[in-house]
């Protein structure tokens, strides 16, 4: 069983910065992609940035420049660095991840961008 849990989330202000983790957990033997999806309400879910086992990262359109994903293998984590966020990014964050060939979900965190 494996699981992924999500932290990081909140909210901060227009043009703030946040930080999103996802740990895994259980029986892991190879983990071959992970990814933060967001939804927002009313919204369809996207993909905002992806990392692959080799490293190869992507980004939706929308956050290139200011979104970074990053992992840790030693901790079978994967990081999200948001910054310059703007209110359009408000929506609740998940993570997803390709583990052993199956996918998981986490919970998902909130991220709020208001003044």
């Known amino acids: 069983q494996v699981q992924l849990v999500e932290s990081g989330g909140g909210l901060v202000q227009p043009g703030g910065s946040l930080r999103l983790s996802c740990a895994a957990s259980g029986s892991i033997f190879s983990i071959y992609f992970m990814g933060w999806y967001r939804q927002a309400p009313g919204m369809q879910r996207e993909l905002v940035a992806g990392?692959?086992?080799?490293?190869?990262?992507n980004y939706a359109h929308s956050v290139k420049g200011r979104f970074t994903i990053s992992r840790d293998k030693t901790k079978n984590t994967v990081y999200l660095q948001m910054n310059a966020l703007k209110p359009e990014d408000t929506a609740v964050y998940s993570c997803?991840?390709?583990?052993?060939?199956?996918?998981?979900w986490g919970q998902g965190t909130q991220v709020t961008v208001s003044s």
């Open positions: 990392i692959t086992s080799d490293g190869r990262t």
């Open positions: 997803n991840g390709d583990i052993g060939g199956m996918y998981y």
